[in-house]
């Protein structure tokens, strides 16, 4: 199944398409927004748009899916979800700066959420977390996340730096 258009109260979320680009990287090339990344800010725009052709790639091939968040028809966020065995997927969200706060990101991530565990029938979807993100924890535990335990640390300016992973179950709704 592919990615679809997805709806909210406030949003839209649409397939990422090419022209996303340069709202995506006032994201990805903004370094408070990529403080707990796995990777530093995107240096340019080429950059974004390499990385797009790769995730539409993974997209067309049914491995990968990528929402663009769209409020009043700016584009202001990206939500993702890969799945991985057993039915179960992991799912990641970044959203522009001046859209924090006002739970903009927890209604798309509801959105994907509802999406993943009726029509795709997920049993279990994911997040990994560094452990220094309050913002990207409180709203996944708002969204009925569990921790469960750490995940894999990342390496960033040559530092380890410690993630937990979060859960949802299916029999768990979100709202």
């Not at 970044?94 to 509802?114: I, K, M, N, S």
């Not at 560094?130 to 894999?152: D, K, M, V």
Request: proline content about 6%; hydrophobic content about 50%; aromatic content about 8%.
């Amino acid at each position: 199944m592919g990615a679809m258009i997805l709806t909210t109260a406030r949003l839209v979320l649409r397939p990422m398409i090419r022209d996303d680009a340069a709202a995506l990287f006032a994201i990805l090339g903004d370094p408070e927004a990529m403080t707990y990344w796995a990777r530093p800010p995107l240096p340019r725009l080429a950059t974004m748009q390499a990385q797009i052709e790769d995730e539409l790639a993974g997209m067309a091939a049914g491995s990968f899916f990528c929402w663009t968040a769209l409020a009043a028809g700016t584009a202001i966020g990206s939500i993702d979800l890969k799945p991985s065995a057993n039915d179960e997927a992991w799912i990641g969200f970044a959203f522009r700066r001046e859209y924090w706060g006002q739970g903009l990101a927890r209604e798309g991530v509801a959105a994907v959420l509802d999406h993943g565990f009726a029509p795709m029938a997920l049993s279990r979807i994911a997040a990994r977390v560094q452990a220094g993100n309050a913002r990207a924890i409180r709203l996944l535990e708002h969204l009925n996340f569990q921790p469960r335990g750490r995940a894999a640390d990342i390496m960033r300016d040559g530092e380890s730096r410690p993630c937990l992973r979060y859960e949802l179950r299916a029999s768990v709704p979100a709202d």
